[in-house]
C-alpha cells in the first residue's frame, strides 16, 4: 500500500524537524484577510494534528471527500494534508469558476462539505444555490459545523478529485489516489541530470494553482519526500517574481510557457544573474523564447510532458542533454513507462511521422500510478484505456534517437495559459443564445499565453461589434474568465462534414488564416480574474 502525502510529511518532521516545509512570502497578507505564514516540518505537523481533530469532530471520516476553496495558500496544505491522515479525500474548487461551474463540480463529486476562506462566501453561496441537496460549509476561522452527510463516496486510498476539462465538453473528475501522489513524487526525485535533488536542500517556488496536479501532486510531492521547502505564490507577478524567487532563495522554480514569454518582457536587472536557481521545470515554453530566456536569466528550462490522468507514471521530461532547445522537444521516455506513436488506423507510425501518444507503464500493471479513472465515468475511463494503453490525445513526433517533441492536440482542447478549455464546453454555452444559429470555438496562436479561445458564429442575423461584445459578456457570466472567447469572428458558414459534424481541423486552419489577417473582434482585454467580495 502506498504512502499517503501526510505520512511523507511527518517521516520528514522526524528526520529534520526545523526545516521549512512551507513557505508563503510576506507581501501575500498586503492586500488580503488571510496572514502569510511559513511553517517548519515540526510546526506543519502540529497543525495538521490540530485540524485532524477538529474534522474528526464534525464528522468527516474515511472516504468523505471535502471541497476546499483556499486558492494558493498555507491553510490549502494543512487542511489537504489533515483530511489526507482521515483517508478523506479533497476537491479543489477554483474562486475563478463562475457560479454554475462550481455548483457542477459540487454536485458531481458529492461532496459532504466545503471549507473556505469568509471572504470567499459570495461564490460559495451563488453555486449552492444551483445544488439540489444538503451540503455543508465551513468559513474557516468563524466556527465550526457538523457535518450531516457522512456518506463515503471516494474510493479507497483516494486522495483527491481533480477537474480537468475534456474533449467530452463539462469537466470530468479524475480520481487522484494516494499512489498516484507517491508515484509522482517519486518520478520527479528519479530524474537527475538537471533535475537532480538534495536532500533537504531544495526550495521549490511555484504560482500554479493548487487545483492542478503541477502544484498538488508534481512539486508538493517531490519536497516533501526530500524535506524540501515549498515556496508558494499566490500567482505569477511578472513585476515582482524575480525578486521574489530571489528573496525566498529559491533553487527551483515551476513556470508554464506563458511565464518565460512575459518576463522576457521585463526590465533587465541585476538578479538575472545572481540568484540560486538550479533549473525551471514546466511545459509549453514559446520555442523562439526558449534560449533567449536561458540566456539572460541563466538557468535551464526543463520542458517536459505529463497529464493529470497520468501524473508521473508516464511523464516524459527534458531532463538530460540533448534538450533541442528551441524545438518542442520534451525529452526521452523513462524505462519505467512504455509508449507508441500511432496513424489514426492505430498503427505505429515510423520515426519523424506525427501520430498520437499512447503511454502506460512498465511491467505487470500498465495502470500502476495513473489516475484511477474518472469519476462515475466508467464508459469514458474504458475509452482512454483503450487496448491496454492511455490514449493521451496529443500528437507527437520521436526522432531516431527517441527524442520527443510536441506537434499538436487531437482532442477538442485549447491550452491558454497553462489551462485546458474544453472547445465543446464553450461551444454548448454559446449555443444556448437564440441569436446564435451555429458556433464552433477553436484556438488561435498567442505569443504570451500560447494559444487563445476563438468563437466562430453564425448568426441568426448576420454580425457586428455589438453582438460580438453581447455574447461575450454573456460568456463571461457562465464561464471562468480564461475559458470566455478573447476573439469572435462571424461567419457565414462552419465547415462541415457530410453528416453535419463540425470539421475541427478545417476550423482550425480557417481560424488561424482570419486570425493571421486581422480579421476578427478582439475582446481579450475583457477577460480578467473575479475580484473577491
Known amino acids: 500500500?502506498?504512502?499517503?502525502?501526510?505520512?511523507?510529511?511527518?517521516?520528514?518532521?522526524?528526520?529534520?524537524?526545523?526545516?521549512?516545509?512551507?513557505?508563503?512570502?510576506?507581501?501575500?497578507?498586503?492586500?488580503?484577510?488571510?496572514?502569510?505564514?511559513?511553517?517548519?516540518?515540526?510546526?506543519?505537523?502540529?497543525?495538521?494534528?490540530?485540524l485532524q481533530s477538529t474534522y474528526t469532530y464534525t464528522g468527516v471520516t474515511a472516504g468523505v471527500r471535502v471541497g476546499l476553496?483556499?486558492?494558493?495558500?498555507?491553510?490549502?496544505?494543512?487542511?489537504?494534508?489533515?483530511?489526507?491522515?482521515?483517508?478523506?479525500?479533497?476537491?479543489?474548487?477554483?474562486?475563478?469558476?463562475?457560479?454554475?461551474?462550481?455548483?457542477?463540480?459540487?454536485?458531481?463529486?458529492?461532496?459532504?462539505?466545503?471549507?473556505?476562506?469568509p471572504d470567499?462566501?459570495?461564490?460559495?453561496?451563488?453555486?449552492?444555490?444551483?445544488?439540489?441537496?444538503?451540503?455543508?460549509?465551513?468559513?474557516?476561522?468563524?466556527?465550526?459545523?457538523?457535518?450531516?452527510?457522512?456518506?463515503?463516496?471516494?474510493?479507497?486510498?483516494?486522495?483527491?478529485?481533480?477537474?480537468?476539462?475534456g474533449s467530452t465538453g463539462l469537466p470530468k473528475g479524475c480520481v487522484l489516489t494516494n499512489e498516484y501522489f507517491e508515484t509522482a513524487g517519486q518520478a520527479y526525485i528519479d530524474l537527475g541530470g538537471l533535475c537532480s535533488l538534495t536532500e533537504g536542500q531544495e526550495r521549490l517556488a511555484t504560482p500554479l494553482p493548487l487545483a492542478h496536479m503541477n502544484a498538488l501532486a508534481c512539486s508538493?510531492?517531490?519536497?516533501?519526500?526530500?524535506?524540501?521547502?515549498?515556496?508558494?505564490?499566490?500567482?505569477?507577478?511578472?513585476?515582482?517574481?524575480?525578486?521574489?524567487?530571489?528573496?525566498?532563495?529559491?533553487?527551483?522554480?515551476?513556470?508554464?510557457?506563458?511565464?518565460?514569454?512575459?518576463?522576457?518582457?521585463?526590465?533587465?536587472?541585476?538578479?538575472?544573474?545572481?540568484?540560486?536557481?538550479?533549473?525551471?521545470?514546466?511545459?509549453?515554453?514559446?520555442?523562439?523564447?526558449?534560449?533567449i530566456f536561458e540566456e539572460r536569466f541563466g538557468f535551464p528550462l526543463i520542458e517536459g510532458w505529463s497529464m493529470t490522468e497520468v501524473g508521473g507514471a508516464a511523464w516524459v521530461v527534458a531532463s538530460h542533454e540533448p534538450r533541442h532547445v528551441g524545438k518542442c522537444c520534451f525529452g526521452k521516455a523513462e524505462a519505467t513507462m512504455e509508449l507508441k506513436i500511432v496513424d489514426d488506423a492505430g498503427l505505429s507510425v515510423d520515426s519523424g511521422e506525427s501520430g498520437e501518444l499512447l503511454v502506460r507503464r512498465a511491467g505487470g500493471d500498465p495502470k500502476k500510478g495513473f489516475f484511477a479513472g474518472y469519476y462515475g465515468k466508467p464508459d469514458l475511463t474504458s475509452e482512454a484505456w483503450q487496448d491496454g494503453w492511455f490514449h493521451t490525445g496529443d500528437i507527437v513526433q520521436m526522432d531516431r534517437e527517441r527524442s520527443l517533441y510536441f506537434i499538436d492536440r487531437k482532442k477538442s482542447i485549447i491550452r491558454r495559459s497553462g489551462e485546458n478549455i474544453s472547445a465543446l464546453e464553450v461551444e454548448a454555452m454559446l449555443s444556448e443564445l437564440s441569436l446564435i444559429k451555429a458556433v464552433g470555438v477553436t484556438p488561435v496562436p498567442d505569443d504570451i499565453r500560447g494559444e487563445e479561445v476563438l468563437a466562430c458564429i453564425v448568426a441568426e442575423h448576420g454580425g457586428g461589434t455589438r453582438l460580438a461584445e453581447e455574447v461575450v459578456h454573456y460568456a463571461l457570466d457562465k464561464l471562468?474568465?480564461?475559458?470566455?472567447?478573447?476573439?469572435?469572428?462571424?461567419?457565414?458558414?462552419?465547415?462541415?462534414?457530410?453528416?453535419?459534424?463540425?470539421?475541427?481541423?478545417?476550423?482550425?486552419?480557417?481560424?488561424?488564416?482570419?486570425?493571421?489577417a486581422g480579421a476578427l473582434h478582439d475582446f481579450r482585454h475583457l477577460k480578467k480574474r473575479r475580484k473577491a467580495s
Open 1 to 50: 500500500m502506498a504512502n499517503r502525502p501526510v505520512d511523507y510529511v511527518f517521516k520528514a518532521a522526524r528526520r529534520s524537524p526545523n526545516h521549512e516545509f512551507l513557505h508563503v512570502p510576506a507581501y501575500l497578507s498586503e492586500n488580503t484577510p488571510r496572514p502569510a505564514r511559513s511553517y517548519s516540518y515540526a510546526a506543519a505537523e502540529i497543525e495538521i494534528r490540530a
Open 69 to 117: 476553496v483556499l486558492e494558493n495558500s498555507a491553510d490549502f496544505f494543512l487542511h489537504w494534508l489533515a483530511l489526507n491522515s482521515l483517508d478523506a479525500s479533497i476537491v479543489p474548487l477554483n474562486k475563478e469558476l463562475s457560479s454554475e461551474e462550481m455548483a457542477h463540480i459540487i454536485r458531481d463529486s458529492g461532496v459532504a462539505l466545503i471549507s473556505y476562506f
Open 120 to 165: 470567499l462566501a459570495d461564490a460559495v453561496n451563488a453555486a449552492l444555490l444551483k445544488v439540489d441537496g444538503h451540503v455543508d460549509v465551513w468559513p474557516i476561522g468563524e466556527g465550526n459545523l457538523m457535518v450531516r452527510s457522512r456518506s463515503c463516496v471516494g474510493l479507497v486510498g483516494e486522495c483527491a478529485l481533480l477537474y480537468t476539462s
Open 220 to 291: 508538493t510531492m517531490a519536497m516533501i519526500m526530500t524535506a524540501g521547502c515549498i515556496i508558494q505564490l499566490d500567482r505569477f507577478h511578472p513585476k515582482t517574481w524575480l525578486s521574489d524567487v530571489v528573496a525566498t532563495e529559491a533553487t527551483i522554480v515551476h513556470y508554464l510557457g506563458v511565464m518565460p514569454a512575459i518576463l522576457l518582457q521585463m526590465p533587465e536587472s541585476n538578479l538575472e544573474q545572481n540568484h540560486q536557481i538550479k533549473f525551471g521545470f514546466g511545459a509549453g515554453v514559446n520555442p523562439k523564447h526558449h534560449r
Open 480 to 516: 471562468a474568465y480564461f475559458k470566455v472567447p478573447g476573439y469572435v469572428v462571424f461567419l457565414d458558414e462552419l465547415p462541415l462534414t457530410a453528416s453535419q459534424k463540425l470539421q475541427r481541423g478545417a476550423l482550425k486552419t480557417l481560424a488561424r488564416d482570419i486570425f493571421a
